[in-house]
């Protein structure tokens, strides 16, 4: 006898999809601080900021930096730092989709 297994309907894979893009998409950016962490941390750079990559503008500081560095480095940083600022837009894209999503979902949470 072969059990009936369950199959969510073509609208909810398509939702569960969004959320796991949304998933991948923060964890690449999770790697790319963490690399561009490990650059500050070599060359001891310091700030009192707990969010360097906030809306702080802390980003300019950043860019301040590469001209400090050796160009290997300064190419890792400012290619680091580009594609963060990349990925931030693309979660915002993503996250309003999914909030549209939600709100037709009374049991569902939304992002902070």
Request: with cysteine.
């Amino acid at each position: 006898m072969i059990y009936e297994s369950y199959v969510p309907k073509r609208e909810d894979r398509d939702k569960r999809s969004l959320v796991r893009h949304r998933i991948t998409l923060s964890r690449t950016k999770t790697k790319l601080v963490n690399k561009v962490h490990s650059i500050l941390d070599k060359y001891d750079y310091r700030t009192e900021l707990t969010d360097i990559f906030g809306k702080s503008g802390i980003i300019d500081w950043l860019k301040s930096l590469s001209s400090q560095i050796t160009p290997v480095d300064r190419i890792i940083l400012d290619t680091s730092i580009e594609s963060i600022e990349a990925i931030n837009q693309q979660i915002d894209t993503v996250s309003k989709e999914i909030s549209k999503y939600a709100e037709d979902n009374k049991g569902c949470k939304d992002f902070p």
